[in-house]
Structures are given as structure tokens and as C-alpha cells.
């Protein structure tokens, strides 16, 4: 039986340069086999935010796609049945950004989680951007009390990509994905996807970096580590 699974592009925006996404926007579309291919857009994170899905298929139709529908899920009275079929229809799943705990509870809720997961395992090809991710990988922390760092907890994220990573938080040294790590078993590695990068996750879970090197930390007896960065083929072998 022939394996479907496809690897899955999980990609950092660029907020200050936009054009920085357009390669790894083409990436994703040149490996759909598919020539102009058509993109479910999943808004969740931003609760559906018209003006946010206007910006973004502007940008994914300049990168080479070809007709993009916006699978309404987050609003009241939404067609869920209409954004399944768009969604299974649709030459690409894509997951937009916005805010990685409203995107999952809006999909949990709505009882789509557990759809998007079933495309994929029957071959869907998925990419995201930004929060959209993150919500693509396995886990991520929130704060029960945002002024306690002790209130930290893990929730679950659609885990179709068997990794965690943060995206373009560069600035902050990842706080947020080194706070997700003191919390998992040890071992446990997470990647920091800086803006205008990108990790291309294979379905036995191999990761490679796309767009510029991604930062590695690891768990490892109650110490958040950092470890070599991963650096795209071009570039392995220029550092040290």
C-alpha cells in the first residue's frame, strides 16, 4: 500500500518584508505536483478575519496559486458542512495566523480538529504561517494566570506535524517555545523559526530548514539547551 502522508510546511511570516514568504509560498506549491493549485484558507486564529484573508490570498495568488476559498469555521452560524467539502476539494489545506489558542479552541469546538487530521492521513498536503504553525505541530503553552510564570501549561495542537516550533519570536530569544520545553520530558527538541524561514517536516518526522538556518533547543535534565542551528543544504558546511 502506497504511503500518502505528505510532508508538511510549517512557515514563519515576515511581517517587514513580505517578499520573503514568496519562495517558501512556492515551495509548498511546486511540491503539490499541482500548477496553480487551489488553497483552503483556515482563519481560526483570527476568528475568520475577512480583512486578514484578503491580505493573505493576495500574497499566496502572487506566489502562484490558483483560486483560494476561505473555509469558514469560527463565526456563529457558519457552514461547516460548505468548509469540509472546501477543505476536501481543495488542492492544499492552509492554516493562517493569528493566536495559536483561540485558532485550537475555535477547531476543537467546531469539531473540525479531528476532519483536518483525517485529510491528512488520506494525503492532504498542509502548510501554515505564523500561529497557524505552530497549531500544525503537536503542542504549545499558555499561562493560567498571565502574571505567574508557575501557571504554565501544555495544551494540545492538531499534531499533524510531529514537532514543536515557535515562529518569528527571534527578538525575544523564545520564551515562549524555551517555557513549552521546561515543561515536556527530557529529550524533547523544539525549533525557532525566525522570519522569512521556514522547516519542511517529513512524514517519518525528518525536519529540514528551509529559507535561512532554525534555531534547535532540546530538554535535557531540567536545562532548556540550545543546540546547532539547522541550516538549509545550500548553507551546511559554511559554519563552523
Known amino acids: 500500500m502506497i504511503n500518502r502522508i505528505k510532508s508538511v510546511y510549517l512557515i514563519a511570516g515576515s511581517p517587514r518584508n513580505r517578499k520573503k514568504s514568496a519562495p517558501l509560498f ?14 483552503a484558507y483556515v482563519g481560526a486564529a483570527s476568528d475568520d478575519d475577512a480583512d486578514f484573508f484578503s491580505f493573505i490570498a493576495e500574497e499566496l495568488k502572487a506566489a502562484g496559486a490558483g483560486r483560494i476559498d476561505h473555509a469558514l469555521i469560527a463565526p456563529e452560524k457558519s457552514d461547516l458542512e460548505g468548509a469540509r467539502n472546501m ?9 493562517s495566523g493569528g493566536d495559536v ?4 479552541q475555535v477547531l476543537t469546538e467546531k469539531n473540525m480538529a479531528a476532519y483536518l487530521r483525517q485529510l491528512y492521513e488520506a494525503g492532504k498536503p498542509f502548510f501554515g504561517v505564523s500561529a497557524g504553525s505552530i497549531m500544525l505541530g503537536r503542542e504549545w503553552v499558555r499561562w493560567r494566570d498571565p502574571d505567574d510564570d508557575a501557571s504554565a501549561e501544555i495544551f494540545m495542537c492538531l499534531g499533524i506535524a510531529p514537532v514543536i516550533c515557535d515562529t518569528h519570536a527571534e527578538e525575544d530569544d523564545w520564551q515562549e ?5 521546561a515543561l515536556e520530558k527530557d529529550d524533547v527538541k523544539g525549533y525557532g523559526i ?7 517536516v517529513f512524514p517519518d518526522g525528518k525536519v529540514e530548514a528551509l529559507g535561512g538556518p532554525v534555531s534547535q533547543f532540546i530538554r535535557h535534565g531540567r536545562v532548556v539547551a540550545k543546540g546547532p542551528d539547522l541550516l538549509p ?3 551546511r558546511g559554511l559554519r563552523a
Not at 489558542?101 to 485550537?104: A, D, F, W
Request: proline share 5%; glycine share 10%.
Open 101 to 104: 489558542e483561540r485558532g485550537m
Open 194 to 200: 525566525p522570519s522569512g524561514a521556514a522547516i519542511k
Open 87 to 95: 477543505l476536501k476539494s481543495a488542492d492544499i489545506v492552509f492554516i
Open 177 to 181: 517555545l524555551k517555557a513549552l520545553l
Open 26 to 39: 512556492q515551495a509548498v506549491f511546486r511540491a503539490s505536483g499541482t500548477v496553480s493549485p487551489s488553497v
Open 233 to 235: 543544504t545550500g548553507m
